[in-house]
């Protein structure tokens, strides 16, 4: 089993900036690949942004690409999400992620091995 622990959610304006963090623990969470999946009320869940087990790798969904940034520090098991350029249409519960598929996360949310329970964010226009 593997805990994620979301924080840094809140309140921004648009055009504005925002890091969210996830603390991983438990079962070998340095193994997995990760990510940060969203959900905004009355649309389907999306999966932004990816990183594998190493930190070399990453994606984005074209929704966030250039703007959002995905990073891990292997070290403390811990994965950030930089968000820049923010737009009203960023709000959504984002949600951080592993899975052992690197390369499904973007595509296969619903097979995601495990989730965190979200944090808040909302872009004011």
């Known amino acids: 089993q593997v805990q994620l622990v979301e924080s840094g959610g809140g309140l921004v304006q648009a055009g504005g900036s925002l890091r969210l963090s996830c603390a991983a623990s438990g079962r070998s969470p340095e193994r997995y690949a990760m990510g940060w999946c969203r959900q905004a009320p009355g649309k389907e869940r999306e999966c932004v942004a990816a990183?594998?087990?190493?930190?070399?790798?990453?994606e984005y969904a074209d929704s966030v690409k250039g703007r959002f940034t995905i990073s891990r520090d292997t070290a403390n098991n811990t994965v950030y999400l930089q968000m820049n350029s923010l737009k009203s249409e960023d709000t959504a519960v984002y949600s951080c992620?592993?899975?052992?598929?690197?390369?499904?996360?973007?595509?296969?949310?619903?097979?995601?091995?495990?989730w965190g329970k979200g944090t808040l964010v909302t872009v004011s226009s």
């Open positions: 990183i594998d087990w190493s930190g070399s790798d990453t």
């Open positions: 992620v592993a899975d052992g598929v690197f390369r499904a996360i973007l595509v296969r949310w619903e097979a995601i091995d495990y």
